[in-house]
């Protein structure tokens, strides 16, 4: 896996991105400054146009909880890729160019 890693010099927001040997996108490890939420929304964006030209990536993908799911599952950009009951999780997708407002929007109505 490649590993990219994006700190923003105005405030605390920090993303870690793993692109995988299928050219898919991964969000590893984050953080979201509370007081400059909209500064990690344009990183994450500028991530994604990144990961898009370097890798050819079309998909983003990523573990959420059973409550994350349900909270963002009416959204029809994201799709159930896979689901885990005993560990109480499902592996989601959206296609990267969707990835940033998707991500942004999830953020928003639940603790993704």
């Not at 991530?47 to 959204?75: G, L």
Request: with cysteine; net charge negative.
């Amino acid at each position: 896996m490649t590993t990219h890693i994006y700190n923003d010099h105005l405030s605390k927001n920090y993303l870690k991105i793993y692109v995988d040997k299928n050219n898919i996108m991964w969000i590893h490890d984050y953080y979201v400054d509370d007081l400059k939420g909209k500064l990690f929304c344009y990183m994450l964006k500028r991530a994604c146009d990144e990961i898009i030209e370097k890798y050819n990536c079309d998909k983003h993908m990523q573990y959420v909880n059973f409550s994350d799911w349900d909270t963002i599952k009416n959204d029809n950009k994201w799709k159930l890729e896979y689901e885990d009951s005993d560990a109480k999780v499902v592996l989601i997708s959206c296609d990267i160019i969707n990835a940033p407002v998707c991500i942004c929007d999830a953020f928003m109505c639940s603790n993704i």
